[in-house]
């Protein structure tokens, strides 16, 4: 059984620019969460994808975007980055039977992201 | 709207002396509970966790927790720690209203066992 994975490892940028970052969710997961975890905090929750369409949203500005695929797959996407984007991105993924059923999540490595 | 409060940022121990990290929640519905840990340079592991049921946990690595609903508690203990325990460690919580089941995470307690 493949567990999450993510790519980049790490990644760095300059203000302004766009990234795109990925996940492969673990076998037989369906559902897909994003959380953000800036240097000495916890990670906060993004987005969550489930059936190819965004299923709930933390607060974050419409610049962050993402994207789930027919096998389940990710990207998150952020455009006009600023210094404070910098943060390790964290990809979490789970089976649901339904939008409103508990399931337990699986996390990814993550991907630093630095912004100069 | 759910917060979680981790009362210790760092918590320095004795190798094979016990511990607890203490985690605090705030929500007005009902919530479901867990403790991940974090290693360095590695994504979240999760050490147990409380659906329902019994308000003792066990989990993973030796660790357990209770769940206290008067004092909306969930601390974590080990009664006897390793070096290999030296981590982050980070409780959240989940609500089953949003539909999200989106995670609230403290800002986490870094555990240093000390040989």
């Known amino acids: 059984e493949t567990g999450v994975t993510q790519s980049p490892t790490h990644l760095i940028k300059t203000r302004g620019q766009q990234v795109t970052l990925r996940c492969s969710s673990q076998?037989?997961?369906?559902?897909v969460s994003w959380y953000q975890q800036a240097l000495g905090q916890g990670p906060q929750f993004i987005f969550q994808?489930?059936?190819?369409?965004?299923?709930g949203r933390g607060n974050f500005p419409p610049r962050f975007s993402g994207l789930q695929f027919p096998n389940y797959s990710s990207e998150l996407n952020v455009n006009a980055l600023e210094l404070d984007d910098s943060a390790l991105y964290l990809c979490?993924?789970?089976?649901?039977?339904?939008?409103?059923?508990?399931?337990?999540?699986?996390f990814g490595p993550g991907t630093r992201l630095t912004v100069l | 709207a759910q917060s979680v409060t981790q009362l210790d940022s760092q918590v320095p121990v004795f190798e094979e002396a016990p511990v607890e990290l203490r985690c605090n929640y705030s929500?007005?519905?009902?919530?479901?509970l867990f403790w991940y840990v974090q290693y360095p340079n590695q994504g979240l592991q999760l050490l147990l966790k409380?659906?329902?049921?019994?308000?003792l946990v066990k989990g993973i690595n030796g660790f357990e927790a209770e769940f206290n609903k008067s004092q909306t508690s969930f601390h974590l203990r080990k009664p006897s720690v390793h070096i290999s325990d030296t981590a982050e460690y980070f409780c959240?919580?989940?609500?089953?209203?949003?539909?999200?089941?989106?995670?609230?995470f403290g800002t986490g307690t870094r555990l240093t066992v000390i040989p």
């Open positions: 979490a993924s789970s089976l649901s039977r339904g939008a409103y059923s508990y399931n337990e999540q699986f």
């Open positions: 076998s037989g997961h369906n559902t």
């Open positions: 994808y489930y059936r190819e369409e965004e299923n």
């Open positions: 929500s007005s519905v009902s919530v479901y």
């Open positions: 409380y659906l329902s049921g019994s308000t």
């Open positions: 959240a919580v989940s609500v089953d209203q949003t539909g999200a089941n989106n995670l609230f």
